[in-house]
């Protein structure tokens, strides 16, 4: 990993442009990829470094756009083998009705979802294959996943500019930012489980019981 950003300080061209679309595309195939900290990096080479901003912007919008069709076209080809043949695991009830709510929760507010992926950490990847298994329209799962990753990547230029060429801090930022989020994600699911566990519990419950 050092040795990339290493090699991106020194190697502004339109291979390093290539190299920051790539990582960006990563992040939604390979979620563990640490995609958003070269995007980073990038951000702080246009902002102090030399590198061009459109370019960068470009290189991120793109790596973006082409990632998400890409996990989008995973979730088609599961839900293609699953009416086929279901894969193993997801012959348990329990899993298949999970998936099911999850399809028919993408069928109906889906533009929503995509349009807010850059903005939640760790479900980026997974909202384009929910999308891919609802069968959305691909052309709706591009625009509103392409306008997400352009506000994202935006405000992502606009602090890179605030801070200057301190990478350090502005991989604090969004490292801050991502604990609050995952952290709002948390509480929203334990009130959820909460309430369907308090729902499920009422269903059983006999009339008039105490």
């Given amino acids: ?20 679309g790539l990582a960006s595309a990563a992040e939604y195939l390979v979620p563990p990829f640490p995609g958003d900290s070269i995007a980073l990096f990038g951000v702080v080479m246009a902002a102090g470094a030399g590198y061009s901003v459109a370019g960068v912007y470009l290189a991120l919008n793109l790596g973006a756009l082409a990632g998400g069709m890409s996990a989008y ?64 329209p691909p052309w709706k799962v591009a625009v509103w996943g392409t306008l997400s990753a352009m506000i994202w990547n935006a405000l992502l ?14 991989e604090r930022w969004v490292r801050n930012y991502t604990y609050a989020a995952v952290g709002v994600l948390v509480l929203v699911g334990v009130v959820v489980a909460a309430r369907l566990a308090w729902a499920r519990r009422s269903k059983k419950s006999p009339p008039g019981s105490a």
Avoid at 2 to 20: I, K
Avoid at 104 to 124: K, Q
């Fill in 1 to 20: 990993m050092s040795e990339l950003l290493e090699w991106l300080q020194r190697s502004e061209g339109p291979l390093a442009y290539l190299v920051l």
């Fill in 73 to 136: 076209g995973v979730g088609r080809w599961i839900e293609e083998k699953r009416e086929h043949r279901t894969p193993r695991f997801m012959r348990g009830q329990q899993v298949r009705r999970a998936i099911d709510s999850a399809i028919t929760r993408f069928e109906r507010h889906g533009a929503a979802y995509l349009a807010l992926n850059r903005f939640l950490p760790g479900l980026r990847s997974v909202f384009f294959v929910a999308a891919g298994m609802a069968r959305l």
């Fill in 157 to 170: 230029l606009g602090a890179g500019w605030l801070v200057g060429a301190n990478y350090a801090e502005l």
